[in-house]
């Protein structure tokens, strides 16, 4: 009797052609996240759909399953038993597996007279009997145990045994949720603008969901932003790791630029201004690493800077799309994500932001293109964004 993490994927079922592209991807996902973990200790296998993480150190489970819940591609893993299916031998491996769980269970259970199910699913037609009557059959071990009492259709456990086709058999009870999505690489790359707020980490997150493997950029304008602040950043990288593989990331100094626009542009056109250098950098940074988008943590009206004319008036800066995975979230609904995700804490950790520094006290809400580019007129863009490109460190 083995025990097993057994790993179920999700959306990638429905590809059709493309499947084992989606799947070797996914496979390199997980074994990557394990190795992090487990240093290589442990054994994977496939077979018909299905994953099985094995032979790692038993006191480890919560932490190989927790891992395998933010591996995006993953719809639910269990922590089964796996046992050799003993047909011939009336099943007594299951059984026996069977019996560890109920009566863990019952210790486990607060409930007095909990009632369970036993559901079968038989994929090796080798053996004559129908699904119900195996799983009417092996619920007899459960009541032997236990006070548990048989109910189909309402019951507090359903103890599940997949009979494989391959003589094993997996005897669990119950699954925990993965994050769902694509996995991390199917869908391109792209550069997310990472500051240390709320927002943009919970970008990472959206965009990593839906398969795109992402780089990071910081903008950084020492001595007004500090050296703490940076470390936030790499710190908020971190723990976005499990769920978006290692983002490298890239820290771009901005203090020249900043003081430049302070010097020779109206104060309340500061942050669009800003922004449109922002964009430049990204781009050329997209360009370098062959990224094919730029991603924000903006949503729509949420400040001055994020009304339809100044992302208009920013994007235009932009060579590439530009995706904004939280245009149409409440602030309520990122905070919600952020906290599932562990960013919250760290990302509101007082420190200041390149975007605070010079913050002027009414900025333009609705600036018109036309007029922008006319103001930056004053400034040497591409001298400007070369040096800064020029003093870019990687973390
Ligand atoms: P966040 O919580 O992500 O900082 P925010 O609500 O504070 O967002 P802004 O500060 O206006 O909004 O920033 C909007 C977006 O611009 C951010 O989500 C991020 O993608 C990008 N951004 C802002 N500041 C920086 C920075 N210093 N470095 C990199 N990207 C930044
Ligand atoms: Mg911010």
Same mark, same amino acid.
């Given at each position: 009797?083995?025990?097993?993490?057994?790993?179920?994927?999700?959306e990638i079922?429905?590809?059709?052609?493309?499947?084992?592209?989606?799947?070797?991807?996914?496979i390199?996902?997980i074994?990557?996240?394990l190795?992090?973990?487990?240093?290589?200790?442990?054994?994977?296998s496939?077979?018909?759909g299905?994953?099985?993480?094995?032979?790692?150190?038993?006191?480890?489970?919560?932490?190989?399953?927790a891992? $395998?819940r933010?591996?995006? /591609? +993953?719809h !639910?893993?269990?922590s &089964?038993f %796996?046992?050799?299916?003993?047909?011939?031998?009336? *099943?007594?491996?299951?059984?026996?597996?069977?019996?560890?769980?109920?009566v863990k269970a019952?210790?486990?259970?607060?409930?007095?007279?909990?009632r369970?199910?036993?559901?079968v699913?038989?994929?090796?037609?080798?053996?004559?009997?129908?699904?119900?009557?195996?799983?009417?059959k092996?619920?007899g071990?459960?009541?032997?145990?236990?006070?548990?009492k048989?109910?189909?259709?309402?019951?507090?456990?359903?103890?599940?045994?997949?009979?494989?086709?391959?003589g094993?058999?997996?005897?669990y009870?119950?699954?925990?949720?993965?994050v769902?999505?694509?996995?991390?690489?199917?869908s391109?790359?792209?550069? $997310?603008l990472?500051?240390? /707020? +709320?927002? !943009?980490?919970?970008? &990472?997150? %959206?965009?990593?969901?839906r398969?795109?493997?992402? *780089?990071?950029?910081?903008?950084?304008?020492?001595?007004?932003?500090?050296?703490?602040?940076?470390?936030?950043?790499?710190?908020?990288r971190?723990?976005?790791?499990?769920?978006?593989t290692?983002m490298?990331?890239?820290?771009?100094p901005?203090?020249?630029?900043?003081?430049?626009?302070?010097?020779?542009?109206?104060?309340?056109?500061?942050?669009?201004?800003?922004r449109?250098?922002?964009?430049r950098?990204?781009?050329?940074l997209?360009?370098?690493f062959?990224?094919?988008?730029?991603?924000?943590?903006?949503?729509?009206?949420?400040?001055?800077s994020?009304t339809?004319?100044?992302?208009?008036?920013?994007?235009?800066?932009a060579?590439f799309?530009?995706?904004?995975?939280?245009?149409a979230?409440?602030?309520?609904?990122?905070?919600?994500v952020?906290?599932r995700?562990?960013?919250?804490?760290?990302?509101?950790e007082?420190?200041?932001?390149?975007?605070?520094?010079?913050?002027p006290k009414?900025?333009?809400?609705?600036?018109?293109l036309?007029?922008?580019v006319?103001?930056?007129?004053?400034?040497?863009?591409?001298?400007?964004v070369?040096?800064?490109?020029?003093?870019?460190e990687?973390?």
């Amino acid at each position: 009797m083995e025990k097993v993490i057994i790993i179920r994927y999700g959306e990638i079922f429905l590809k059709g052609k493309n499947r084992s592209y989606f799947e070797s991807l996914l496979i390199s996902n997980i074994k990557s996240a394990l190795d992090d973990l487990l240093g290589g200790n442990y054994s994977f296998s496939r077979s018909q759909g299905r994953y099985a993480v094995s032979n790692f150190e038993l006191k480890r489970e919560d932490e190989v399953i927790a891992t $395998l819940r933010k591996v995006f /591609g +993953i719809h !639910s893993v269990s922590s &089964a038993f %796996m046992v050799r299916t003993d047909f011939e031998n009336d *099943f007594e491996n299951i059984r026996s597996a069977l019996k560890v769980l109920a009566v863990k269970a019952e210790e486990d259970n607060l409930k007095k007279d909990a009632r369970f199910r036993v559901t079968v699913k038989r994929a090796d037609k080798r053996i004559p009997m129908p699904s119900y009557e195996i799983a009417a059959k092996l619920a007899g071990v459960i009541l032997d145990n236990t006070s548990f009492k048989v109910d189909l259709t309402d019951f507090d456990f359903d103890f599940e045994v997949d009979i494989r086709e391959n003589g094993v058999s997996y005897v669990y009870l119950g699954s925990f949720l993965g994050v769902g999505g694509l996995p991390v690489g199917c869908s391109s790359k792209g550069l $997310l603008l990472l500051s240390g /707020g +709320i927002d !943009s980490p919970v970008a &990472a997150y %959206m965009m990593a969901k839906r398969g795109m493997k992402l *780089f990071a950029v910081h903008f950084a304008s020492p001595p007004y932003t500090s050296e703490r602040a940076k470390q936030k950043v790499i710190e908020l990288r971190d723990i976005l790791s499990p769920y978006t593989t290692k983002m490298r990331l890239f820290v771009v100094p901005f203090t020249e630029i900043q003081l430049e626009i302070h010097k020779h542009c109206p104060e309340e056109f500061m942050i669009t201004i800003m922004r449109r250098f922002m964009m430049r950098i990204a781009s050329r940074l997209a360009e370098k690493f062959d990224l094919k988008a730029i991603i924000t943590g903006e949503s729509l009206g949420q400040v001055a800077s994020q009304t339809v004319e100044s992302m208009t008036s920013t994007e235009s800066c932009a060579k590439f799309p530009v995706f904004r995975p939280l245009i149409a979230f409440d602030k309520d609904e990122t905070m919600d994500v952020a906290k599932r995700i562990g960013t919250y804490e760290k990302s509101i950790e007082p420190f200041e932001d390149c975007c605070t520094v010079f913050l002027p006290k009414n900025p333009v809400i609705h600036p018109r293109l036309e007029k922008v580019v006319e103001l930056e007129k004053e400034l040497d863009i591409d001298s400007l964004v070369e040096r800064a490109i020029g003093g870019i460190e990687e973390y």
